[in-house]
């Protein structure tokens, strides 16, 4: 299986912060990468898919880059309605996997 | 606009057999570029895929469960089932049903799980 590893697991960033998460794949993954939010309580919602597509109704300030090991989800003004937390799963191979995820939490 | 809901026992006693089904609404589950998922998550934890399905019957399942995991498909009821045999603590989560959708690019397919239902809980207790 492919390991997925986020960094950092948790942070504290402000209303208006921009806020780069990162992912890591275990071996390349081309641009097989997506990008779920989890509000507590809530189902995973897509934000990301193919490592920088924008899923449709998703606002412009989230945008995902990087291919093969190395990605990154950035939120470039960060919103109240943003804080919670972040998943990278991978779609390059069968069983898909997921990060341990990233808290974004209100300093 | 298509929508997912699980349905199950809440509570399963440990060695027996956990059952879901999720309903699609407002939309086919017998069309072409979905798959249907389940994905789970136990508390403090993340998120683990379990297995999925396509129409036809074609089914993927995670090696780690595959034992124990069985994802069948009714599309004259739109639906598909999860059943997760001899149950353990360790099976307590919230699980999820997902519609897993492949945008194709050439000769690449992207899967990402577009739509979700909104989870229900199951605990695995004596």
């Known amino acids: 299986d492919i390991q997925m590893t986020q960094s950092p697991s948790s942070l504290s960033a402000s209303v208006g912060d921009r806020v780069t998460l990162t992912c890591r794949a275990s071996?390349?993954?081309?641009?097989?990468l997506n990008w779920y939010q989890q509000k507590e309580g809530k189902a995973p919602e897509v934000l990301i898919y193919?490592?920088?597509s924008l899923q449709s109704g998703v606002p412009s300030r989230f945008s995902g880059g990087g291919s093969g090991t190395d990605f990154t989800l950035t939120i470039s003004s960060l919103q109240p309605e943003d804080f919670a937390s972040y998943y990278c799963?991978?779609?390059?191979?069968?069983?898909?996997?997921f990060g341990q995820g990233t808290k974004v939490e209100i300093k | 606009q298509v929508q997912l809901q699980e349905s199950g026992p809440g509570l399963v006693k440990p060695s027996q057999t956990l059952s879901l089904t999720c309903s699609v609404s407002?939309?086919?589950?017998?069309?072409?570029?979905?798959?249907w998922s389940w994905i789970r998550k136990p508390a403090g934890k993340g998120l683990e895929w379990i297995g999925r399905?396509?129409?036809?019957?074609?089914?993927n399942y995670n090696p780690s469960l595959k034992s124990r995991v069985t994802v069948s498909v009714d599309t004259s009821k739109n639906q598909f089932s999860l059943e997760l045999g001899s149950v353990t603590a360790a099976d307590t989560a919230v699980y999820y049903c997902?519609?897993?959708?492949?945008?194709?690019?050439?000769?690449?397919?992207?899967?990402?799980?577009?739509?979700w239902g909104k989870g229900t809980t199951v605990t695995v207790s004596s």
């Open positions: 997902a519609r897993e959708y492949y945008d194709t690019r050439g000769y690449h397919y992207y899967y990402y799980m577009d739509v």
């Open positions: 407002g939309g086919s589950i017998n069309i072409a570029n979905y798959y």
């Open positions: 399905i396509y129409a036809s019957g074609r089914t």
């Open positions: 071996q390349s993954i081309s641009s097989y």
């Open positions: 193919a490592a920088s």
């Open positions: 799963q991978q779609s390059y191979s069968v069983p898909w996997t």
